[in-house]
């Protein structure tokens, strides 16, 4: 199982990044997946996960409304959209693979990516 991340970087307050995660190894589209950050000094943060099909989506607070997860099956990606980003969004961002019957306890998830590095400042 092999989990890659990309697109983050440096944005000013209120821009725009596009998360993607590349998957390999495993049947993509029988999975959930979840974006999940962590912060410079804090404990992972659950931001987003999304079911195998792409129809149900859900969102922590601090991102609802701003951020957009989604996934191409045919591509074996999942997405992130992040829009208004603030600097408290400021994080290193995962995606995980969410194991059947798992869902916001990141402490369940069993396969993670490195991490790509989003810094929102001006």
């Known amino acids: 199982v092999q989990l890659v991340e990309s697109g983050g970087g440096v944005v000013q307050p209120g821009g725009s990044l596009r998360l993607s995660c590349a998957a390999s190894?495993?049947?993509?589209?029988?999975?959930?997946m979840s974006w999940v950050r962590q912060a410079p000094g804090k404990g992972p943060e659950w931001v987003s996960r999304?079911?195998?099909?792409?129809?149900?989506?859900y969102y922590a607070e601090s991102v609802k409304g701003r951020f957009t997860i989604s996934r191409d099956n045919t591509k074996s990606t999942l997405y992130l959209q992040m829009n208004s980003l603030k600097p408290e969004d400021t994080a290193l961002y995962y995606c995980?693979?969410?194991?059947?019957?798992?869902?916001?306890?990141?402490?369940?998830?069993?396969?993670w990516g490195k991490g790509t590095q989003v810094t929102v400042s001006s």
């Open positions: 190894g495993f049947t993509f589209s029988s999975y959930a």
């Open positions: 995980a693979r969410v194991p059947y019957g798992s869902r916001y306890d990141t402490r369940e998830y069993d396969y």
């Open positions: 999304i079911n195998t099909g792409g129809g149900s989506r």
